[in-house]
């Protein structure tokens, strides 16, 4: 006699979870929220970093440079910040640039980063693998940034933002600046950023590893 037949039972837990509700999305934006927190508390007075009575002419270029890389190593979180701010001013006051950016970040975390592997991208009835969907998003990208205004908006908000910081590190003494031996080896003005990208990195690597 022949066996029934085995009903198909769904586990709801083995269904494909949305990219924003995977661990994977989680820990990247743990690590993020962490690693900000953790460089805003380095950053300096404000109230020091506009210290009036600090702020005289260089006297060559030899000492402009001097004073500042040693107040990027001493100010480099406040300079961040202040880079930072320059861009977003930037892009509030163009929101057209600002959507595009945001709908190019939305595109590349949910239709490739933290998209669980198991679910193809089916646009249109037609289904794209990961090496189609990661050549569309690199293509669009650099259409984006180097081929329309939006490019050419983050370089002049950039350019003003160390502008402005290259102004206050060339006027600002440092004489009465003081760095521990630990913070002269981690000084720099893209150590802030380095340790976000590195912990942002380490989240995402397990996700994009599965896609290669």
């Given at each position: 006699m022949a066996s029934p037949p085995t009903l198909p039972i769904s586990n709801p837990q083995s269904e494909s979870q949305p990219?924003?509700?995977t661990p994977a999305f989680r820990a990247f934006i743990s690590r993020l929220n962490a690693t900000v927190r953790n460089g805003l508390a380095q950053r300096r007075p404000w109230l020091e970093l506009a210290d009036r009575s600090s702020f005289s002419r260089p006297d060559s270029l030899t000492d402009a440079a001097s004073r500042i890389r040693k107040n990027f190593s001493y100010f480099r979180v406040n300079y961040v910040s202040l880079i930072a701010l320059s861009l977003a001013l930037s892009l509030l006051t163009h929101p057209f640039s600002l959507l595009v950016l945001l709908a190019l970040l939305a595109a590349w975390i949910f239709l490739y980063?933290?998209?669980?592997?198991?679910q193809p991208l089916v646009i249109g009835g037609r289904t794209f693998s990961d090496r189609e969907t990661l050549g569309i998003l690199v293509v669009s990208t650099i259409v984006v940034v180097f081929l329309t205004s939006v490019g050419s908006l983050l370089i002049s908000a950039l350019l003003v933002g160390l502008a402005v910081v290259c102004a206050h590190?060339?006027?600002?003494m440092p004489e009465d600046l003081f760095l521990d031996?630990?913070?002269q080896v981690n000084s720099g003005f893209l150590s802030f950023l380095g340790g976000a990208a590195t912990s942002a990195a380490a989240a995402a690597a397990p996700v994009v590893a599965t896609r290669v």
């Amino acid at each position: 006699m022949a066996s029934p037949p085995t009903l198909p039972i769904s586990n709801p837990q083995s269904e494909s979870q949305p990219p924003i509700a995977t661990p994977a999305f989680r820990a990247f934006i743990s690590r993020l929220n962490a690693t900000v927190r953790n460089g805003l508390a380095q950053r300096r007075p404000w109230l020091e970093l506009a210290d009036r009575s600090s702020f005289s002419r260089p006297d060559s270029l030899t000492d402009a440079a001097s004073r500042i890389r040693k107040n990027f190593s001493y100010f480099r979180v406040n300079y961040v910040s202040l880079i930072a701010l320059s861009l977003a001013l930037s892009l509030l006051t163009h929101p057209f640039s600002l959507l595009v950016l945001l709908a190019l970040l939305a595109a590349w975390i949910f239709l490739y980063l933290f998209r669980p592997a198991d679910q193809p991208l089916v646009i249109g009835g037609r289904t794209f693998s990961d090496r189609e969907t990661l050549g569309i998003l690199v293509v669009s990208t650099i259409v984006v940034v180097f081929l329309t205004s939006v490019g050419s908006l983050l370089i002049s908000a950039l350019l003003v933002g160390l502008a402005v910081v290259c102004a206050h590190g060339a006027f600002r003494m440092p004489e009465d600046l003081f760095l521990d031996d630990q913070e002269q080896v981690n000084s720099g003005f893209l150590s802030f950023l380095g340790g976000a990208a590195t912990s942002a990195a380490a989240a995402a690597a397990p996700v994009v590893a599965t896609r290669v």
